[in-house]
């Protein structure tokens, strides 16, 4: 604990008392007086120090700064009353990877659909593949009236799997995922998909992302999460806005859009939806470029991608937990 203003007074608080009541001036009748307001002072100093810092932090935790959130409302809850909702919102980036890394990453017993995401994206590099990473804070998220707190989670995700091996539906298998300690709802929901969970801390704790008021770069935000354990697992990203569009809205749709697995047993079919009033009000997305770095399950060594390009945005969305991965055979992801 550092030593600040208050503690110092109370440590010099008796010494001066005692230079004061002896030096001559002070031998009087007024010694008695003295005294009294020396021990009041000291009393209220004393009081004053452990309602600050020790009373006030019971509740609230080491810290007595408030974060408070700058995420939208859920405008869909009143709408879909029997649904898990909720807004994400915070940065989504394409990461191109060499498709053979890719193969090698991804379970053998599951295909790559490489024809389809290059239907998507005619351009894209031969022999690469576009991994996801995403890093987002749920926020709003309700279902039968029922509300559960903020978290953030972030983490790498791979598209256009084939999952039912039909040479047709896209999966995206997520392995792995930081997310808010503490909270045993998110963390139990993810890991009953059999994700690699890593209880973590974020940074900001209570928003996708903050700004980095002294980069000379327009629009410069940061987020970053660490594993509780040391060293287990983290993921930060540094993006800047652009004018450059190198993947268009409808990639991200369509990938965002996927049936999500991680064990192959149970499917999660999250429907983000791109036109509602937290996406479509202006300059609500953001077109951005910049550096993620990311210690995370199926990569064996710390990653950093440079010239990631991505979306910052904002979108409510619908959530179907826990169904049969097979009920998806045929599914059509947003685009």
Known sequence: MSTTFIDLALLCHPVFALL?????????????????????????????????????????????????????????????????????????????????????????????????????????????????VQALHDHDVQAFGYKIPDFSRSGVEFPFVDLLNDNYTSFKWAPSLLMSAGHDIALKGAMDYGTNVFAATFEPTCNAYKSVSKSKKLGTTFSGAKSLETGAASLSTMFSSTEEELFPLHFFKNFTNQPTFADGKTCDNMIRLFNTSVTTAPNRIERVVGTVKAKLPPFSTEQE???????????????????????????????
């Open 305 to 335: 991608w440079r010239n990631v390009y991505g979306l910052r945005l904002d979108t409510a969305f619908i959530e179907n937990n826990y169904l049969p991965c097979e009920n998806f055979r045929g599914y059509s992801s947003a685009d």
């Open 20 to 132: 004061s009541v002896r030096h001559p001036k002070m031998q009087s009748k007024t010694s008695s007086v003295s005294l009294y307001y020396f021990a009041l002072s000291f009393l209220t100093l004393l009081v004053f120090r452990y309602c600050s810092r020790s009373y006030l932090s019971i509740p609230w935790g080491p810290s007595l700064d408030v974060c408070t959130t700058q995420d939208q409302s859920n405008p869909i809850a009143s709408l879909y009353p029997g649904n898990a909702t909720g807004t994400l919102n915070g940065t989504v980036a394409v990461v191109p990877i060499p498709l053979a890394l890719a193969r090698q990453l991804i379970p053998s017993q599951y295909g790559i659909l490489e024809h389809a995401y290059r239907d998507l994206l005619p351009s894209f590099p031969r022999g690469m593949y576009p991994a996801v």
